[in-house]
T-cell receptor, first 116, second 113 residues
Framework: DGGITQSPKYLFRKEGQNVTLSCEQN?????MYWYRQDPGQGLRLIYY???????QKGDIAEGYSVSREKKESFPLTVTSAQKNPTAFYLC???????????????FGPGTRLTVL | GIQVEQSPPDLILQEGANSTLRCNFS?????LQWFHQNPWGQLINLFY???GTKQNGRLSATTVATERYSLLYISSSQTTDSGVYFC???????????????FGQGTILTVHP
């Protein structure tokens, strides 16, 4: 089945630790995105990538880093510099990026990160 | 940046009732999507509808891009319709296509049996 997978589903981190969240897609999509959701809020964009080896900051990139070494994979690292990392993290992908027609995004199941 | 407002923030219905959710946005858009977030957090795509009208079973959506709003209609609601409904838009502001989605705050729908 085609889709987007994220792992782990739940993640607990001690303060001062870096953690990496996995996102993989087998939809052959070019663009991938990371969003953050806080309780009772909509989603906010952290980073996005149009193609392999290229990525740009979104609205709330501070304290996060990403890589895009393969088309299928877009891991997110939450660093110790992120002041409030406890949140629900969602990865998304879309077939095209720089197109005004048809840019529907599809989301993975998410990772809940809790800092202890 | 573009602003997205959803109304109402909360909606409580009896099973079988109809409802309309509204999404207003502040600028022209090249993408508009409606999602249903289930209790486990999964975002389920309902409609990709930057303009026009679409229907899928008991759900339908209309976007009037020139007036900068979109409506999601739910007919004969069921308890499984409960959850949070998000409208998200992509804007072409600034002259460059940009894949970012800006989300509204959501409408929390509760359907009682």
């Amino acid at each position: 089945d085609g889709g987007i997978t994220q792992s782990p589903k739940y993640l607990f981190r001690k303060e001062g630790q870096n953690v990496t969240l996995s996102c993989e897609q087998n939809l052959n999509h070019d663009a991938m995105y990371w969003y953050r959701q806080d309780p009772g809020q909509g989603l906010r964009l952290i980073y996005y990538s149009q193609i392999v080896n290229d990525f740009q900051k979104g609205d709330i990139a501070e304290g996060y880093s990403v890589s895009r070494e393969k088309k299928e994979s877009f891991p997110l690292t939450v660093t110790s510099a992120q002041k409030n990392p406890t949140a629900f993290y969602l990865c998304a992908s879309s077939k095209r990026f720089l197109q005004s027609s048809y840019n529907e995004q599809f989301f993975g199941p998410g990772t809940r990160l809790t800092v202890l | 940046g573009i602003q997205v407002e959803q109304s109402p923030p909360d909606l409580i219905l009896q099973e079988g009732a109809n409802s309309t959710l509204r999404c207003n946005f502040s600028d022209s858009v090249n993408n508009l999507q409606w999602f249903h977030q289930n209790p486990w957090g999964q975002l389920i795509n309902l409609f990709y509808i930057p303009s026009g009208t679409k229907q899928n079973g008991r759900l339908s959506a209309t976007t009037v891009a020139t007036e900068r709003y979109s409506l999601l209609y739910i007919s004969s609601s069921q308890t499984t319709d409960s959850g949070v409904y998000f409208c998200a838009v992509g804007s072409n502001a600034g002259g460059t296509s940009y894949g970012k989605l800006t989300f509204g705050q959501g409408t929390i729908l509760t359907v009682h049996p």
